[in-house]
């Protein structure tokens, strides 16, 4: 009985022993699963690392299976306001970025630097996303040009998003497809916007249905931001931003009329008005400053 | 008497009424100069308006006797960081903004935009100012291109400042101008910039001595808004700011490593790491992607 007994504290231990062991097999695969469950919760990662395993192995997705976000270029447009949205819209999986021009002749920007668009207009008749970059003279010279305008109101047909960066709402208004709504712009365009048919929000973008329209230059990568979140969902705009880190510290508090020296706010403001001016007197198409 | 005494008063009315009248004149003159002072206080803004006129007037300045701020252009580059800095620069008077390439032949940026150099890297043997966007597999093949490299070294000799946005700071360093230098550069490219031999710094943009770099990508309208204010003044830098409207409401928090999910950011620097192994492996010149 003595070593039955003692055999059985063997036992004991033994069993103890087993089903921690067990308690511990079933703990690692629960944590696993877990793990992989939470990986799991972002289908989007999984996307990221596919297309980069496509990128590695040159086994490149065909555009014609791709969704198109067009970006209109035209002599003067300013560089940040199609380059900063495209920078956003970057992560994005299933689409391809397009520039599309009147012609493929060299474009000079409002920086002087010259482009060559990727497509004529009429080579993109459809369109997912339409991005409208702004700019100064060159851009009433399009909010002028009939072709330009007849092309937005196609492609505005079936486009999912209609948007633009900067002055480049003028266009829009321009081409009627935001007569009546409500639309950001350069802070001190709103007088030239609302004279051309839309309503002037001062927000950093505007969501006023499928049309997305963001404040000045730099407003487009927030803009973007957004956009590519409505596309996708928040985990590609996360990874956009991370990709361009864009954690913003500006060194000045300069940003907005709100901000800013009233005295420099008036001084632009009157520049603004003064080109604006000159540029409407102009016949469509005869100037280039 | 009686009268002479009226009179009197009559003259002692007069005589304050026309003091009063002097003091007027007198405080409304101090007012004036006041508000001219006052105005005399931002040299840049009487800049600006001047610069305004010379626009209107078709009286642009002679680009001969500018100082030159040089962008260089090459097979890969990402857009946004040569346009941020351009656009933190913009309101800069006395400086022209060129853009340098080995040829004048269509370059490829790295969103696939085709663009053409201002000017070849032969005509430009000076600059006060160099700015080397960043990039990624063409950024590798221009940090082996010993005529990009030579010509970074001959620029940086006299240069005021030499400056580079995003993974630029690898062109840099491996030009040997930034060795053994603080340096900024993308967040998942500091192994790469210790390796080509500058100590890596983890701010938005790192100052030592004459050398200038940021961040990844959107750091760029920073390090240009910082530049600006040392070529100039801080007028200059915000004017800038509210020109481009730099009031950044980024709709998402995740532009540092710090910030981000860290899963994501593991991903995305695997990518890197997997990217630059790649293109280091390549002869320089024979890969296009």
Redesign the interface.
């Known amino acids: 009985m003595h070593m039955s007994k003692k055999l059985d504290r063997t036992q004991i231990i033994t069993l103890i022993a087993c089903t921690l062991a067990i308690a511990a097999v079933i703990a690692g695969v629960l944590f696993i699963n877990q793990k992989k469950s939470e990986?799991n919760n972002?289908p989007y990662?999984a996307e990221?690392?596919a297309a980069?395993h496509d990128?590695?192995t040159g086994t490149m997705p065909d555009p014609a299976k791709q969704k198109t976000i067009a970006v209109l270029l035209y002599e003067g447009f300013?560089?940040?306001d199609a380059?900063?949205p495209?920078?956003s819209v970057?992560t994005l999986n299933g689409y391809r970025?397009v520039?599309v021009a009147k012609t493929k002749d060299?474009i000079k920007a409002e920086?002087?630097?010259?482009?060559?668009a990727?497509h004529t207009l009429d080579e993109i008749s459809q369109a997912d996303v339409l991005i409208v970059p702004g700019g100064l003279f060159g851009t009433i010279d399009a909010s002028k040009d009939e072709q330009i305008l007849s092309w937005i109101r196609t492609i505005d047909k079936t486009s999912t998003y209609t948007t633009s960066v900067?002055t480049g709402s003028w266009i829009l208004a321009a081409a009627d497809v935001i007569d009546g709504k409500l639309a950001s712009t350069?802070?001190s365009g709103k007088e030239y916007l609302e004279k051309l048919g839309a309503k002037y929000s001062d927000r950093?973008y505007t969501v006023d249905g499928k049309y997305i329209t963001a404040?000045?230059?730099?407003?487009g990568?927030?803009m973007g931001?957004?956009l590519t979140?409505k596309l996708k969902d928040?985990?590609a705009?996360?990874?956009a931003?991370?990709?361009?880190?864009?954690?913003?510290?500006?060194?000045?508090d300069?940003?907005?009329?709100d901000?800013?020296?009233p005295?420099?706010?008036d001084?632009?403001q009157n520049?603004q008005d003064?080109?604006i001016k000159?540029a409407e007197d102009q016949p469509a198409h005869q100037h280039e400053?």
């Open positions: 990986a972002h990662y990221l690392e980069h990128m590695m300013t560089p940040m380059f900063g495209m920078a970057s970025v520039t060299p920086t002087g630097t010259i482009m060559i990727d900067c350069h802070w950093r404040a000045g230059i730099s407003a990568i927030d931001l957004a979140a928040a985990d705009a996360k990874a931003q991370l990709m361009m880190e864009y954690d913003p510290q500006p060194p000045f300069s940003g907005s009329p901000k800013a020296d005295k420099l706010r001084i632009m520049m003064d080109h000159w400053m």
